[in-house]
Protein backbone atom coordinates (compact mmCIF):
# COMPACT_ATOMS: atom_id res chain seq x y z
CA UNK A 1 0.00 0.00 0.00
CA UNK A 2 1.25 3.75 -0.40
CA UNK A 3 -0.44 6.70 1.00
CA UNK A 4 -0.29 10.62 -0.24
CA UNK A 5 -0.33 13.71 1.84
CA UNK A 6 1.33 16.02 -0.81
CA UNK A 7 -2.27 16.96 -1.64
CA UNK A 8 -5.20 16.05 -0.10
CA UNK A 9 -4.57 12.61 2.46
CA UNK A 10 -5.15 9.47 0.47
CA UNK A 11 -4.48 6.09 0.36
CA UNK A 12 -4.05 2.93 -2.23
CA UNK A 13 -3.90 -0.65 -1.83
CA UNK A 14 -1.48 -3.04 -3.15
CA UNK A 15 -3.32 -2.99 -6.62
CA UNK A 16 -3.26 0.10 -6.91
CA UNK A 17 -7.04 0.76 -5.97
CA UNK A 18 -8.17 3.34 -3.58
CA UNK A 19 -8.52 3.04 0.45
CA UNK A 20 -11.72 4.32 1.95
CA UNK A 21 -10.11 5.77 5.16
CA UNK A 22 -13.41 7.25 6.88
CA UNK A 23 -14.17 10.99 7.75
CA UNK A 24 -12.32 13.73 8.30
CA UNK A 25 -11.13 12.50 12.23
CA UNK A 26 -9.63 9.25 10.49
CA UNK A 27 -8.04 11.45 7.83
CA UNK A 28 -5.80 13.57 10.35
CA UNK A 29 -5.32 10.80 12.84
CA UNK A 30 -3.42 8.85 10.10
CA UNK A 31 -1.77 12.32 8.78
CA UNK A 32 -0.71 13.16 12.13
CA UNK A 33 1.19 9.47 12.24
CA UNK A 34 2.61 10.22 8.92
CA UNK A 35 3.61 13.17 9.97
CA UNK A 36 5.77 11.48 12.96
CA UNK A 37 7.71 9.64 10.76
CA UNK A 38 7.66 6.00 11.69
CA UNK A 39 8.68 7.57 15.57
CA UNK A 40 5.35 6.92 18.28
CA UNK A 41 2.76 9.44 19.17
CA UNK A 42 1.54 9.46 22.37
CA UNK A 43 -2.09 8.97 23.26
CA UNK A 44 -1.83 12.74 24.91
CA UNK A 45 -0.52 14.29 22.42
CA UNK A 46 -2.92 12.80 19.10
CA UNK A 47 -6.23 14.26 21.42
CA UNK A 48 -4.13 17.74 21.96
CA UNK A 49 -3.44 17.65 17.67
CA UNK A 50 -7.07 16.18 17.47
CA UNK A 51 -9.19 18.57 19.53
CA UNK A 52 -8.50 22.49 20.77
CA UNK A 53 -10.73 21.28 23.87
CA UNK A 54 -10.75 17.78 24.04
CA UNK A 55 -14.25 15.71 24.79
CA UNK A 56 -14.43 13.92 27.99
CA UNK A 57 -14.29 10.82 25.70
CA UNK A 58 -11.37 11.59 23.69
CA UNK A 59 -9.27 8.90 23.62
CA UNK A 60 -12.13 6.43 23.53
CA UNK A 61 -13.10 8.38 20.12
CA UNK A 62 -9.37 8.41 19.29
CA UNK A 63 -9.12 4.26 20.16
CA UNK A 64 -12.56 3.94 17.72
CA UNK A 65 -10.61 6.11 14.93
CA UNK A 66 -7.35 4.10 15.35
CA UNK A 67 -9.00 0.32 15.18
CA UNK A 68 -11.46 1.81 11.72
CA UNK A 69 -7.87 2.95 10.05
CA UNK A 70 -6.40 -0.33 11.01
CA UNK A 71 -9.49 -2.15 9.36
CA UNK A 72 -8.99 -0.11 6.49
CA UNK A 73 -5.52 -0.16 5.66
CA UNK A 74 -5.20 -4.15 6.26
CA UNK A 75 -8.70 -5.60 5.94
CA UNK A 76 -6.85 -9.31 5.47
CA UNK A 77 -5.51 -8.94 8.95
CA UNK A 78 -6.67 -12.50 10.80
CA UNK A 79 -9.01 -10.46 13.89
CA UNK A 80 -5.98 -12.41 16.06
CA UNK A 81 -3.18 -10.98 14.32
CA UNK A 82 -1.34 -7.95 15.93
CA UNK A 83 -1.12 -4.99 13.77
CA UNK A 84 1.75 -4.74 11.75
CA UNK A 85 0.71 -0.62 9.97
CA UNK A 86 -0.79 1.01 11.87
CA UNK A 87 0.84 -0.25 15.46
CA UNK A 88 0.70 0.19 19.35
CA UNK A 89 3.97 1.10 20.75
CA UNK A 90 4.46 2.35 23.98
CA UNK A 91 1.49 4.76 25.09
CA UNK A 92 0.58 5.35 21.91
CA UNK A 93 0.82 4.72 18.77
CA UNK A 94 2.98 4.52 15.02
CA UNK A 95 2.69 3.94 11.77
CA UNK A 96 4.95 1.23 10.12
CA UNK A 97 5.60 1.88 6.39
CA UNK A 98 8.63 2.06 4.11
CA UNK A 99 9.93 5.51 3.70
CA UNK A 100 9.04 4.92 -0.22
CA UNK A 101 5.57 4.38 0.39
CA UNK A 102 4.76 7.52 1.70
CA UNK A 103 4.97 10.37 -0.71
CA UNK A 104 6.21 13.35 1.90
CA UNK A 105 9.26 10.97 2.37
CA UNK A 106 10.01 9.76 -1.00
CA UNK A 107 9.67 13.98 -1.43
CA UNK A 108 12.46 14.47 1.18
CA UNK A 109 14.92 11.64 0.93
CA UNK A 110 14.89 12.74 -3.16
CA UNK A 111 15.95 16.12 -2.24
CA UNK A 112 18.63 14.86 0.74
CA UNK A 113 19.91 12.63 -2.62
CA UNK A 114 19.63 15.07 -4.59
CA UNK A 115 21.92 17.81 -2.25
CA UNK A 116 24.22 15.09 -2.07
CA UNK A 117 24.60 13.72 -5.37
CA UNK A 118 23.41 16.05 -8.77
CA UNK A 119 23.05 13.21 -10.44
CA UNK A 120 20.01 12.40 -8.45
CA UNK A 121 18.05 15.35 -10.25
CA UNK A 122 16.08 13.38 -12.04
CA UNK A 123 14.54 11.51 -9.03
CA UNK A 124 14.15 15.08 -7.38
CA UNK A 125 12.33 16.39 -10.34
CA UNK A 126 9.52 12.76 -9.96
CA UNK A 127 9.30 13.56 -6.45
CA UNK A 128 8.33 17.43 -6.91
CA UNK A 129 5.76 16.11 -9.74
CA UNK A 130 4.16 14.55 -7.24
CA UNK A 131 2.67 17.24 -5.28
CA UNK A 132 -0.60 17.99 -6.26
CA UNK A 133 -0.98 20.83 -3.86
CA UNK A 134 -0.59 22.02 -0.40
CA UNK A 135 0.68 19.10 1.76
CA UNK A 136 -2.14 17.46 4.17
CA UNK A 137 -4.83 19.66 1.70
CA UNK A 138 -7.76 18.51 3.93
CA UNK A 139 -6.66 18.27 7.31
CA UNK A 140 -7.94 21.04 9.56
CA UNK A 141 -5.77 23.73 10.00
CA UNK A 142 -4.08 22.80 13.44
CA UNK A 143 -1.01 24.22 14.71
CA UNK A 144 0.73 20.83 14.17
CA UNK A 145 -0.39 20.62 10.60
CA UNK A 146 -0.01 24.12 10.04
CA UNK A 147 3.79 23.78 10.73
CA UNK A 148 4.28 20.70 9.00
CA UNK A 149 2.94 22.08 6.10
CA UNK A 150 5.05 25.10 6.23
CA UNK A 151 8.21 22.61 6.39
CA UNK A 152 7.18 20.61 3.45
CA UNK A 153 6.38 23.89 1.50
CA UNK A 154 9.27 25.82 2.22
CA UNK A 155 10.97 22.19 1.25
CA UNK A 156 9.46 21.84 -2.12
CA UNK A 157 10.39 25.74 -2.78
CA UNK A 158 14.06 24.36 -2.30
CA UNK A 159 13.47 21.46 -4.27
CA UNK A 160 12.44 23.68 -7.26
CA UNK A 161 15.46 26.21 -7.04
CA UNK A 162 17.65 22.79 -6.22
CA UNK A 163 16.42 21.10 -9.43
CA UNK A 164 17.03 24.20 -11.63
CA UNK A 165 20.39 25.29 -10.39
CA UNK A 166 21.63 21.24 -11.10
CA UNK A 167 20.27 21.06 -14.29
CA UNK A 168 21.71 24.74 -14.91
CA UNK A 169 25.46 23.64 -13.90
CA UNK A 170 25.33 20.70 -15.93
CA UNK A 171 24.49 23.09 -19.14
CA UNK A 172 20.95 22.40 -19.58
CA UNK A 173 18.09 24.48 -18.37
CA UNK A 174 16.83 26.38 -21.05
CA UNK A 175 13.35 24.71 -20.67
CA UNK A 176 12.90 26.35 -17.38
CA UNK A 177 12.02 29.55 -18.54
CA UNK A 178 8.41 29.31 -18.07
CA UNK A 179 8.72 27.51 -14.38
CA UNK A 180 10.67 29.76 -12.55
CA UNK A 181 9.16 32.40 -14.09
CA UNK A 182 5.62 31.05 -12.26
CA UNK A 183 8.34 30.48 -9.58
CA UNK A 184 9.33 33.90 -9.02
CA UNK A 185 5.83 35.55 -9.59
CA UNK A 186 4.10 33.49 -6.91
CA UNK A 187 7.40 33.77 -4.12
CA UNK A 188 9.22 37.17 -5.62
CA UNK A 189 11.29 37.83 -1.94
CA UNK A 190 13.00 34.22 -3.35
CA UNK A 191 16.70 35.76 -4.40
CA UNK A 192 18.07 32.48 -5.47
CA UNK A 193 14.73 32.21 -7.47
CA UNK A 194 15.38 35.33 -9.27
CA UNK A 195 18.99 34.49 -9.97
CA UNK A 196 17.85 30.65 -11.17
CA UNK A 197 15.45 32.79 -14.26
CA UNK A 198 18.43 34.78 -15.35
CA UNK A 199 20.34 32.15 -15.81
CA UNK A 200 17.78 30.16 -17.51
CA UNK A 201 16.63 32.79 -19.91
CA UNK A 202 20.65 33.39 -20.67
CA UNK A 203 20.77 29.99 -21.51
CA UNK A 204 18.01 30.43 -23.63
CA UNK A 205 19.88 33.46 -25.60
CA UNK A 206 17.88 36.00 -24.16
CA UNK A 207 20.38 38.04 -22.64
CA UNK A 208 17.97 41.32 -22.45
CA UNK A 209 15.41 39.43 -21.06
CA UNK A 210 17.86 38.33 -18.00
CA UNK A 211 19.00 41.52 -17.06
CA UNK A 212 15.45 42.72 -17.23
CA UNK A 213 14.71 39.80 -14.86
CA UNK A 214 17.58 40.95 -12.19
CA UNK A 215 16.71 44.99 -12.80
CA UNK A 216 13.65 43.88 -11.98
CA UNK A 217 14.14 41.52 -8.84
CA UNK A 218 16.74 44.68 -7.92
CA UNK A 219 14.14 47.33 -8.44
CA UNK A 220 11.32 45.44 -6.13
CA UNK A 221 13.86 44.93 -3.71
CA UNK A 222 15.14 48.44 -3.05
CA UNK A 223 11.56 49.77 -3.18
CA UNK A 224 9.62 47.44 -1.16
CA UNK A 225 12.04 46.05 1.21
CA UNK A 226 14.83 48.41 1.22
CA UNK A 227 17.60 46.28 0.51
CA UNK A 228 20.26 46.03 -2.14
CA UNK A 229 20.34 42.69 -3.77
CA UNK A 230 23.01 40.16 -2.43
CA UNK A 231 26.56 39.56 -4.05
CA UNK A 232 25.58 36.38 -5.97
CA UNK A 233 22.83 38.33 -8.29
CA UNK A 234 25.37 41.18 -8.18
CA UNK A 235 27.97 39.12 -9.59
CA UNK A 236 25.52 37.25 -11.87
CA UNK A 237 24.58 40.40 -13.53
CA UNK A 238 28.09 41.17 -14.24
CA UNK A 239 28.76 37.85 -15.44
CA UNK A 240 25.76 38.17 -18.01
CA UNK A 241 27.19 41.27 -19.19
CA UNK A 242 30.75 40.17 -19.77
CA UNK A 243 29.76 36.81 -21.45
CA UNK A 244 31.63 35.25 -18.72
CA UNK A 245 32.34 31.02 -19.36
CA UNK A 246 31.26 29.88 -16.49
CA UNK A 247 27.68 30.70 -16.87
CA UNK A 248 27.55 27.48 -19.11
CA UNK A 249 27.57 25.54 -16.40
CA UNK A 250 30.39 25.14 -14.16
CA UNK A 251 29.34 25.53 -10.05
CA UNK A 252 29.14 23.01 -7.91
CA UNK A 253 25.09 21.79 -7.70
CA UNK A 254 24.87 21.89 -4.02
CA UNK A 255 26.14 25.29 -3.44
CA UNK A 256 22.36 26.89 -3.00
CA UNK A 257 22.96 30.29 -1.23
CA UNK A 258 20.49 31.89 0.12
CA UNK A 259 17.88 28.87 1.22
CA UNK A 260 17.79 28.89 5.13
CA UNK A 261 16.14 25.11 5.58
CA UNK A 262 14.14 24.75 9.09
CA UNK A 263 15.77 23.27 11.96
CA UNK A 264 14.68 19.68 11.11
CA UNK A 265 15.62 19.49 7.61
CA UNK A 266 18.84 21.50 8.94
CA UNK A 267 19.48 18.00 11.57
CA UNK A 268 18.45 15.51 8.88
CA UNK A 269 21.18 16.53 6.66
CA UNK A 270 23.29 17.18 9.27
CA UNK A 271 22.83 13.29 10.56
CA UNK A 272 23.19 12.40 6.70
CA UNK A 273 26.65 14.20 6.54
CA UNK A 274 27.84 12.93 9.92
CA UNK A 275 28.88 9.73 8.41
CA UNK A 276 30.40 10.59 5.44
CA UNK A 277 33.59 11.99 7.52
CA UNK A 278 36.05 14.89 6.36
CA UNK A 279 35.48 18.20 5.83
CA UNK A 280 31.22 16.58 5.54
CA UNK A 281 31.77 16.20 9.06
CA UNK A 282 32.76 19.28 10.29
CA UNK A 283 29.83 20.77 8.77
CA UNK A 284 27.48 18.57 10.09
CA UNK A 285 28.63 19.11 14.22
CA UNK A 286 28.35 23.15 13.13
CA UNK A 287 24.94 22.68 11.54
CA UNK A 288 23.89 20.32 13.67
CA UNK A 289 24.17 22.70 16.84
CA UNK A 290 22.70 25.42 14.89
CA UNK A 291 19.40 23.43 14.21
CA UNK A 292 19.02 22.70 18.05
CA UNK A 293 19.58 26.22 18.68
CA UNK A 294 17.03 27.47 16.07
CA UNK A 295 14.67 24.65 17.60
CA UNK A 296 14.74 26.28 20.83
CA UNK A 297 14.22 29.63 19.52
CA UNK A 298 10.63 28.48 18.45
CA UNK A 299 9.77 27.77 21.88
CA UNK A 300 8.33 24.37 20.96
CA UNK A 301 9.65 21.79 23.11
CA UNK A 302 8.72 19.02 21.32
CA UNK A 303 10.06 19.92 18.20
CA UNK A 304 13.20 21.04 20.54
CA UNK A 305 13.62 17.19 21.82
CA UNK A 306 12.98 15.87 18.68
CA UNK A 307 15.52 18.18 16.66
CA UNK A 308 18.08 17.23 19.59
CA UNK A 309 17.05 13.09 19.67
CA UNK A 310 16.98 12.99 15.62
CA UNK A 311 21.11 13.53 15.82
CA UNK A 312 21.09 9.51 16.77
CA UNK A 313 24.86 9.11 15.03
CA UNK A 314 26.44 6.20 15.94
CA UNK A 315 29.51 7.37 18.24
CA UNK A 316 32.27 5.41 18.76
CA UNK A 317 35.08 7.12 20.72
CA UNK A 318 35.72 8.80 24.43
CA UNK A 319 36.83 12.17 23.13
CA UNK A 320 35.33 14.56 21.83
CA UNK A 321 35.92 16.32 18.28
CA UNK A 322 34.70 19.46 19.44
CA UNK A 323 34.21 19.48 23.53
CA UNK A 324 32.29 23.50 23.36
CA UNK A 325 29.63 21.79 20.93
CA UNK A 326 28.91 18.95 22.41
CA UNK A 327 28.39 20.56 26.31
CA UNK A 328 25.83 23.26 24.50
CA UNK A 329 24.22 20.31 23.29
CA UNK A 330 24.66 18.79 26.38
CA UNK A 331 23.16 21.83 27.98
CA UNK A 332 20.26 22.22 25.27
CA UNK A 333 19.27 18.81 26.26
CA UNK A 334 19.03 19.03 30.00
CA UNK A 335 17.30 22.40 29.52
CA UNK A 336 14.49 20.53 27.44
CA UNK A 337 14.58 17.99 29.61
CA UNK A 338 13.61 19.96 32.35
CA UNK A 339 11.24 21.96 30.66
CA UNK A 340 8.90 18.69 29.76
CA UNK A 341 9.51 17.45 33.09
CA UNK A 342 8.68 14.49 34.54
CA UNK A 343 5.70 13.73 32.95
CA UNK A 344 6.84 14.58 29.54
CA UNK A 345 6.77 11.84 26.43
CA UNK A 346 8.93 9.09 27.32
CA UNK A 347 10.23 8.52 23.53
CA UNK A 348 11.75 12.27 23.69
CA UNK A 349 12.92 11.71 27.24
CA UNK A 350 14.61 8.85 26.40
CA UNK A 351 16.04 9.99 23.21
CA UNK A 352 17.18 14.07 25.62
CA UNK A 353 18.57 11.37 28.35
CA UNK A 354 20.57 8.87 25.50
CA UNK A 355 21.90 12.68 23.74
CA UNK A 356 23.18 13.59 27.04
CA UNK A 357 25.07 10.22 27.51
CA UNK A 358 26.71 10.21 24.06
CA UNK A 359 27.53 13.62 24.13
CA UNK A 360 29.15 13.80 27.63
CA UNK A 361 32.30 12.25 26.24
CA UNK A 362 34.14 10.40 29.61
CA UNK A 363 37.13 12.09 28.69
CA UNK A 364 36.69 15.55 29.19
CA UNK A 365 34.24 15.51 32.10
CA UNK A 366 34.40 16.43 35.60
CA UNK A 367 33.72 14.05 38.22
CA UNK A 368 29.64 15.87 38.55
CA UNK A 369 29.50 15.73 34.88
CA UNK A 370 30.26 11.99 34.87
CA UNK A 371 27.94 10.82 36.98
CA UNK A 372 25.32 12.58 35.75
CA UNK A 373 26.10 11.40 32.59
CA UNK A 374 26.34 7.41 33.77
CA UNK A 375 22.70 8.14 34.99
CA UNK A 376 21.53 9.72 32.05
CA UNK A 377 22.65 6.48 30.45
CA UNK A 378 21.12 4.37 32.81
CA UNK A 379 17.61 6.34 32.72
CA UNK A 380 17.50 6.53 28.72
CA UNK A 381 18.36 2.50 28.50
CA UNK A 382 15.60 1.57 31.00
CA UNK A 383 13.08 4.31 29.49
CA UNK A 384 14.12 2.41 25.75
CA UNK A 385 13.33 -0.97 27.65
CA UNK A 386 10.03 0.01 28.24
CA UNK A 387 8.84 1.42 24.98
CA UNK A 388 10.48 -1.89 23.03
CA UNK A 389 11.55 0.36 20.67
CA UNK A 390 14.86 -0.77 18.98
CA UNK A 391 16.59 2.08 17.41
CA UNK A 392 16.09 3.97 21.05
CA UNK A 393 17.63 1.14 22.56
CA UNK A 394 20.31 0.82 19.91
CA UNK A 395 21.02 4.76 20.49
CA UNK A 396 20.70 4.63 24.44
CA UNK A 397 22.86 1.85 24.83
CA UNK A 398 25.29 3.57 22.26
CA UNK A 399 25.46 6.32 25.66
CA UNK A 400 25.81 2.99 27.62
CA UNK A 401 28.69 2.20 26.07
CA UNK A 402 30.41 5.61 25.98
CA UNK A 403 29.88 5.59 29.80
CA UNK A 404 31.55 2.39 30.16
CA UNK A 405 34.99 3.44 31.24
CA UNK A 406 34.73 4.00 34.93
CA UNK A 407 37.43 2.19 35.71
CA UNK A 408 40.70 -0.18 33.82
CA UNK A 409 39.26 -3.61 32.89
CA UNK A 410 35.62 -3.66 31.97
CA UNK A 411 36.78 -4.72 27.87
CA UNK A 412 34.22 -7.75 28.21
CA UNK A 413 31.37 -5.51 29.56
CA UNK A 414 31.65 -3.52 26.84
CA UNK A 415 31.54 -6.65 24.84
CA UNK A 416 28.38 -7.38 25.95
CA UNK A 417 27.12 -3.69 24.52
CA UNK A 418 28.50 -4.30 21.71
CA UNK A 419 27.32 -7.84 21.47
CA UNK A 420 23.35 -6.49 22.42
CA UNK A 421 23.54 -3.48 19.94
CA UNK A 422 24.70 -5.77 16.92
CA UNK A 423 21.61 -8.03 17.55
CA UNK A 424 19.23 -5.06 17.77
CA UNK A 425 21.08 -3.91 14.10
CA UNK A 426 20.62 -7.24 12.81
CA UNK A 427 17.15 -8.05 13.77
CA UNK A 428 15.39 -4.61 13.23
CA UNK A 429 17.45 -3.76 9.82
CA UNK A 430 19.85 -0.59 11.52
CA UNK A 431 23.39 -0.91 9.18
CA UNK A 432 24.29 2.13 10.57
CA UNK A 433 24.05 0.38 14.46
CA UNK A 434 25.13 -3.08 12.61
CA UNK A 435 28.66 -0.87 12.15
CA UNK A 436 28.85 0.43 15.59
CA UNK A 437 28.50 -3.17 17.35
CA UNK A 438 31.17 -4.82 15.24
CA UNK A 439 33.34 -1.63 16.17
CA UNK A 440 32.90 -1.63 19.71
CA UNK A 441 32.89 -5.68 19.39
CA UNK A 442 36.50 -5.04 17.70
CA UNK A 443 37.41 -2.49 20.36
CA UNK A 444 36.67 -4.91 23.22
CA UNK A 445 38.51 -8.28 21.66
CA UNK A 446 41.67 -5.95 20.68
CA UNK A 447 41.67 -5.27 24.44
CA UNK A 448 41.50 -8.95 25.14
CA UNK A 449 44.21 -9.63 22.77
CA UNK A 450 41.51 -12.09 20.47
CA UNK A 451 43.30 -10.48 17.46
CA UNK A 452 41.37 -13.08 15.63
CA UNK A 453 38.29 -12.13 16.43
CA UNK A 454 38.95 -8.41 16.22
CA UNK A 455 39.87 -9.37 12.44
CA UNK A 456 36.20 -11.09 12.20
CA UNK A 457 34.24 -7.89 13.40
CA UNK A 458 36.86 -5.46 11.10
CA UNK A 459 35.89 -7.49 8.25
CA UNK A 460 32.40 -7.63 9.04
CA UNK A 461 32.43 -3.73 10.00
CA UNK A 462 33.83 -3.38 6.55
CA UNK A 463 30.90 -5.17 4.41
CA UNK A 464 28.56 -3.24 5.86
CA UNK A 465 30.20 -0.04 5.48
CA UNK A 466 30.60 -0.77 1.74
CA UNK A 467 26.83 -1.07 1.57
CA UNK A 468 25.89 2.09 3.77
CA UNK A 469 28.58 4.24 2.57
CA UNK A 470 30.19 4.53 5.46
CA UNK A 471 33.95 6.10 4.22
CA UNK A 472 35.42 6.68 8.30
CA UNK A 473 35.09 2.82 8.62
CA UNK A 474 37.82 1.92 6.80
CA UNK A 475 39.87 4.10 8.46
CA UNK A 476 39.54 3.10 11.85
CA UNK A 477 40.00 -0.82 10.65
CA UNK A 478 43.45 0.03 8.88
CA UNK A 479 44.37 1.43 12.27
CA UNK A 480 43.60 -1.98 13.70
CA UNK A 481 45.58 -3.97 11.25
CA UNK A 482 48.38 -1.77 11.98
CA UNK A 483 47.97 -1.92 15.81
CA UNK A 484 47.61 -6.18 14.87
CA UNK A 485 51.13 -5.86 12.79
CA UNK A 486 52.52 -4.22 15.90
CA UNK A 487 51.33 -7.52 18.48
CA UNK A 488 52.45 -9.61 16.05
CA UNK A 489 56.18 -8.14 15.26
CA UNK A 490 56.96 -9.75 18.63
CA UNK A 491 56.70 -12.63 17.05
CA UNK A 492 58.74 -14.69 15.70
CA UNK A 493 58.17 -14.91 12.13
CA UNK A 494 56.17 -12.00 12.32
CA UNK A 495 56.24 -8.20 10.35
CA UNK A 496 59.29 -6.28 11.54
CA UNK A 497 58.63 -2.82 14.59
CA UNK A 498 59.56 -1.09 10.51
CA UNK A 499 56.72 -2.59 8.91
CA UNK A 500 54.33 -1.81 12.02
CA UNK A 501 55.51 1.73 11.65
CA UNK A 502 55.30 1.90 8.29
CA UNK A 503 51.45 0.28 8.94
CA UNK A 504 50.81 3.10 11.50
CA UNK A 505 52.28 6.08 8.89
CA UNK A 506 50.06 4.98 6.24
CA UNK A 507 46.32 5.00 8.40
CA UNK A 508 47.68 8.19 9.90
CA UNK A 509 47.52 9.59 6.58
CA UNK A 510 44.02 8.38 6.08
CA UNK A 511 42.72 9.63 9.51
CA UNK A 512 44.40 13.28 8.95
CA UNK A 513 41.61 13.91 7.06
CA UNK A 514 38.77 12.03 8.91
CA UNK A 515 37.48 15.15 10.65
CA UNK A 516 38.10 13.61 14.01
CA UNK A 517 40.74 15.97 16.26
CA UNK A 518 39.56 14.39 18.91
CA UNK A 519 40.63 10.91 18.02
CA UNK A 520 43.36 12.11 15.76
CA UNK A 521 45.32 14.09 17.95
CA UNK A 522 48.32 12.65 19.64
CA UNK A 523 47.38 9.04 18.33
CA UNK A 524 49.93 8.50 15.90
CA UNK A 525 53.24 9.21 18.61
CA UNK A 526 51.12 7.01 21.52
CA UNK A 527 51.20 4.23 18.30
CA UNK A 528 54.76 4.87 17.61
CA UNK A 529 55.31 4.90 21.97
CA UNK A 530 53.60 1.70 22.16
CA UNK A 531 55.43 0.14 19.32
CA UNK A 532 58.96 0.99 21.23
CA UNK A 533 58.04 -0.57 24.48
CA UNK A 534 56.97 -3.69 22.32
CA UNK A 535 60.76 -3.99 21.78
CA UNK A 536 62.31 -2.28 24.96
CA UNK A 537 63.41 0.56 22.95
CA UNK A 538 62.95 4.13 24.81
CA UNK A 539 60.35 6.90 23.27
CA UNK A 540 60.51 8.72 20.31
CA UNK A 541 61.40 11.94 21.13
CA UNK A 542 61.35 14.02 17.76
CA UNK A 543 60.45 17.50 18.51
CA UNK A 544 57.46 18.00 16.00
CA UNK A 545 55.70 15.06 17.32
CA UNK A 546 52.46 16.18 18.93
CA UNK A 547 51.84 14.27 21.86
CA UNK A 548 48.35 16.03 22.07
CA UNK A 549 46.37 15.19 24.90
CA UNK A 550 48.46 12.24 26.09
CA UNK A 551 50.92 14.51 26.65
CA UNK A 552 50.97 14.55 30.84
CA UNK A 553 51.61 10.60 30.83
CA UNK A 554 54.18 10.62 28.01
CA UNK A 555 56.13 13.19 29.07
CA UNK A 556 58.46 11.35 31.92
CA UNK A 557 58.83 8.83 29.36
CA UNK A 558 60.25 11.17 26.53
CA UNK A 559 62.59 12.85 29.24
CA UNK A 560 64.13 9.48 30.22
CA UNK A 561 65.12 9.05 26.61
CA UNK A 562 66.75 12.36 26.71
CA UNK A 563 68.64 11.30 29.59
CA UNK A 564 67.06 14.20 31.76
CA UNK A 565 66.48 12.13 34.99
CA UNK A 566 65.65 15.08 37.46
CA UNK A 567 62.48 16.46 34.86
CA UNK A 568 61.11 12.63 34.79
CA UNK A 569 60.99 12.80 38.20
CA UNK A 570 59.22 16.11 38.34
CA UNK A 571 57.11 15.43 35.47
CA UNK A 572 56.27 11.89 36.75
CA UNK A 573 54.94 14.08 40.51
CA UNK A 574 52.99 16.44 38.49
CA UNK A 575 50.95 13.66 35.82
CA UNK A 576 47.43 14.08 36.92
CA UNK A 577 44.87 10.38 37.20
CA UNK A 578 44.16 9.57 33.68
CA UNK A 579 40.70 10.14 32.13
CA UNK A 580 38.45 7.69 32.50
CA UNK A 581 38.53 6.85 28.47
CA UNK A 582 39.69 4.34 25.74
CA UNK A 583 43.19 4.81 26.99
CA UNK A 584 43.22 4.96 30.78
CA UNK A 585 44.91 1.11 30.95
CA UNK A 586 47.74 2.75 28.52
CA UNK A 587 47.94 5.68 30.46
CA UNK A 588 48.28 3.61 33.47
CA UNK A 589 51.13 1.66 32.10
CA UNK A 590 53.24 4.58 31.08
CA UNK A 591 52.99 6.10 34.43
CA UNK A 592 53.82 2.43 36.12
CA UNK A 593 56.69 1.95 33.55
CA UNK A 594 57.84 5.53 34.68
CA UNK A 595 57.76 4.83 38.20
CA UNK A 596 60.08 1.71 37.36
CA UNK A 597 62.52 3.41 35.78
CA UNK A 598 62.81 5.95 38.13
CA UNK A 599 62.42 4.11 41.45
CA UNK A 600 58.89 5.66 42.56
CA UNK A 601 57.85 2.85 44.47
CA UNK A 602 54.69 5.05 45.94
CA UNK A 603 53.71 6.29 42.47
CA UNK A 604 54.36 2.30 40.78
CA UNK A 605 51.93 1.29 43.78
CA UNK A 606 49.25 3.56 42.50
CA UNK A 607 49.31 2.46 39.27
CA UNK A 608 49.65 -0.95 40.18
CA UNK A 609 46.01 -0.53 42.16
CA UNK A 610 44.44 0.57 39.41
CA UNK A 611 45.55 -1.81 37.06
CA UNK A 612 44.70 -4.96 38.39
CA UNK A 613 41.40 -5.63 37.41
CA UNK A 614 43.15 -4.82 34.01
CA UNK A 615 45.61 -7.56 34.03
CA UNK A 616 44.25 -9.67 31.40
CA UNK A 617 43.88 -7.04 29.07
CA UNK A 618 46.34 -5.24 26.27
CA UNK A 619 47.08 -1.29 27.24
CA UNK A 620 45.52 1.05 24.45
CA UNK A 621 44.32 -2.03 22.65
CA UNK A 622 40.77 -0.71 24.24
CA UNK A 623 41.13 1.83 21.10
CA UNK A 624 41.81 -0.93 18.10
CA UNK A 625 44.28 1.24 17.32
CA UNK A 626 47.14 1.13 19.47
CA UNK A 627 48.91 -1.15 21.47
CA UNK A 628 51.58 -0.77 24.64
CA UNK A 629 51.37 -5.08 25.06
CA UNK A 630 49.71 -6.94 27.68
CA UNK A 631 48.44 -5.06 30.97
CA UNK A 632 50.00 -7.82 33.20
CA UNK A 633 53.97 -6.77 31.89
CA UNK A 634 53.57 -3.12 33.32
CA UNK A 635 51.56 -4.52 36.59
CA UNK A 636 53.93 -7.09 37.49
CA UNK A 637 57.06 -4.43 37.25
CA UNK A 638 54.80 -1.91 39.28
CA UNK A 639 54.47 -4.45 42.03
CA UNK A 640 57.95 -5.21 42.21
CA UNK A 641 58.54 -1.62 42.75
CA UNK A 642 56.19 -1.24 45.27
CA UNK A 643 57.24 -3.99 46.76
CA UNK A 644 60.76 -2.54 47.44
CA UNK A 645 59.32 0.93 48.81
Do not use: K
Not at 151 to 171: K, N
Not at 469 to 480: G, H, I, K, R, S
Not at 597 to 611: G, H, I, K, S, Y
Not at 614 to 638: F, I, N, Q
Amino acid sequence: MRIDVLGAVRAFGDDGGPIDLGGPRHREVLARLVASEGRMVTTDTLVDDLWTDPPARAVGALRTFVAALRRALEPDRPPRDPPRVLVTEGSGYALRLPRERVDAHRFEDALVQARRTPAAVTGLGSALASWRGPAYADVPASAWVQRERARLEELRLEGVELRARILLDSGEGADLVAELGAHVAEHPWREPAWGLLARALHRAGRQADALAALRRARTMLVDQLGIDPGAELQRLETDILNGSDHLEGTRPAWAVPGVRLGPRTTVELARTLALAGGDALVHSRRDRLAAVQAAERTGDLSLTARIIGAYDVPAIWSRADDPGQCRAVVAAAERTLAALGSDGPADLSARLLATIAVESRSADLSETESRRAQEAARQAESLARDLADPALLAFALNGVFLQSFSRPGLAAARDAIGAEILDLATRYGLPNYAVLGRLIRLQSASALGDLDAATSHAEAAERIAATTEAPLVPVLTDWFRARAAAARSTEPGGPTAATAAARYRTAEGALQAAGMPGLHRGLFPLALLGLRLLHDRPAPTDPRLDWGPYRPWTHPLVLLAQDRGEEARAALAAVPEPPRDHMQEAMWCLIARAAVRLAEPAVAARAATALRDARAEHAGAASGMVTLGPVSRYLTEAEACAGRG
